[in-house]
């Protein structure tokens, strides 16, 4: 109350206090008015359109009651709307347009302060989107839609039809955004969001944009006519990095099973060993050496994870087909037969034909668990009968199984060449490079002068990427 009878007291400085102007008027004006003519009166409120310095209720859930916190919210929209016209406020709108098209989430654009109102008037209510193409109170009708834009790279804003931020990472290496809201999934679910008829799945809903679609890919069968697989399931098995194992299958000659996984690797390990034959001469000391084999081994760690529901069926359908490659193959007349595949990881093993030794799969208790939470399953016996199970509920098809698993795979390489000591061997990324194909191609030699030219230029530092070293 002190402030209050200050500024009712016209003797309390040299000048009537009440009479104080702004020298700069703020952006909605005065905040607080007075009557002048009367010493004793009390100041006006003209922010909001309810008079604040009356209480309208008691705290309930929003403080000051519902109606004065609606008013408080509209009135911080209309400041900070007024304050968007300004010069300061321009520069900030022009800045986050730019900001949000740097985003490395999919390229939403910043619509020039629209959701930051939105946000402002459903402060402690709802979230807003802070980014979107066409957005209504946060819903972004666009994305709703099925149109994404990738700002960046320069991709153009098409409808459902169209390319949809073919260059995002999301897109092109078909990753998935499980972040993504889940309440809308084209226009089929648009009109579902909208009508209070609907039924609501919940989280059993397929939402299409959110699943990794390489996870989710089962085992697939292509021709092994040629070296490369067939373009569509490339594209589909698509990564950063190729890795996927293929199965020679023996019933049928011209086909292979296709595992492909996420290469979210781990460790891996290529050991090249020789092993010789060693002679001792009368006269000599030292032993003399005769070569008897060769071997080369390769292991690798990987992941598993399933991040959505619907990405653990095809995994484990994936991984226990890996496992079995194991266990040997039986012909109709019952003999035993050696299950042989093709590795490929990126370009270090492309296609390197071999046999799986031993594959490992460990759990870690970090990694959670599906539960099957709504899973019921009733047992009908008869007498007459084989028991019957029915499965009912939003899980009826999923198994309690991990989330995440590690795997550890030894794969024993049968080279399709002959393994020698000459540079056009190609052990690592096989059939791929110059050397390989064409194997014509001349190795570049350098004489004793020319060797040491480029030994001192390399320990003087003088060498350089690009540049000759002769």
């Known amino acids: 109350m002190a402030l209050l009878d200050l500024l009712k007291d016209p003797n309390a400085y040299k000048f009537n206090s009440k009479g104080l102007k702004y020298q700069n008027p703020p952006l909605l004006g005065e905040r607080v008015t007075f009557d002048v003519t009367n010493a004793q009166a009390n100041p006006t409120y003209t922010d909001g359109t309810i008079d604040h310095a009356t209480p ?4 309930v859930f929003a403080r000051g009651g519902i109606t004065v916190a609606n008013d408080r919210r509209q009135t911080d929209k209309d400041r900070i709307k007024e304050w968007m016209k300004t010069p300061i406020g321009v520069q900030f709108l022009a800045k986050q347009v730019v900001l949000q098209a740097l985003n490395k989430k999919p390229q939403f654009l910043y619509n020039l302060g629209l959701n ?10 709802s979230n807003v989107q802070r980014g979107g193409i066409l957005s209504l109170g946060g819903f972004d009708v666009a994305e709703a839609l099925g ?6 790279t320069g ?3 098409k409808g459902v039809s169209g390319s949809q931020g073919e260059l995002l990472r999301e897109n092109n290496y078909n990753l998935g955004d499980p972040g993504k809201k889940g309440a809308i999934n084209g226009i089929e679910d648009l009109l579902k969001s909208i009508n209070p008829f609907a039924k609501d799945e919940g989280y059993a809903v397929t939402i299409d944009s959110k699943i990794d679609k390489l996870n989710a890919l089962p085992i697939m069968v292509d021709n092994d006519t040629t ?5 569509d399931i490339a594209k589909q098995s698509k990564d950063f990095v ?3 194992f293929e199965v020679k299958t023996y019933d049928n000659q011209n086909k292979n099973h296709i595992i492909a996984f996420r290469a979210f690797l781990d460790n891996l390990s290529d050991d090249y060993n020789a092993t010789h034959n060693s002679y001792k001469y009368n006269g000599r000391g030292e032993e003399f050496y005769i070569y008897n084999k060769f071997k080369r081994t390769i292991s690798l760690g990987f992941k598993i994870a399933a991040q959505s529901r619907h990405e653990m ?3 484990y359908q994936k991984l226990n087909y890996l496992a079995a490659q194991t266990a040997p193959n039986y012909s109709d007349e019952g003999r035993i037969r050696t299950p042989y595949m093709y590795l490929t990881v990126g370009d270090w093993f492309n296609r390197i034909p071999g046999v799986v030794t031993s594959v490992g799969l460990k759990w870690s208790k970090e990694y959670p668990w599906e539960i099957a939470l709504d899973k019921n399953i009733d047992n009908n016996t008869d007498d007459d009968s084989d028991d019957t199970e029915q499965k009912t509920g939003k899980d009826k098809d999923m198994l309690v199984l991990p989330h995440v698993l590690d795997v550890s795979v030894s794969f024993q390489p049968i080279h399709s060449f002959i393994p020698d000591n000459e540079p056009q061997t190609p052990f690592i990324g096989i059939d791929k490079g110059d050397w390989r194909e064409n194997p014509s191609t001349e190795i570049p030699s350098y004489s004793s002068t020319q060797s040491n030219k480029i030994i001192d230029k390399l320990a003087r530092g003088l060498f ?5 070293i002769i």
């Open 56 to 59: 309208v209720s008691e705290d």
């Open 116 to 125: 930051t109102l939105q946000s402002v008037s459903k402060a402690g209510i």
């Open 155 to 157: 991709n153009e804003f």
């Open 147 to 152: 149109a994404e834009v990738d700002y960046l």
């Open 313 to 315: 069926k095809p995994l």
């Open 464 to 468: 350089k990427e690009g540049n000759s």
């Open 227 to 231: 070296p490369k697989l067939s373009q």
């Open 242 to 244: 190729k890795f996927r």
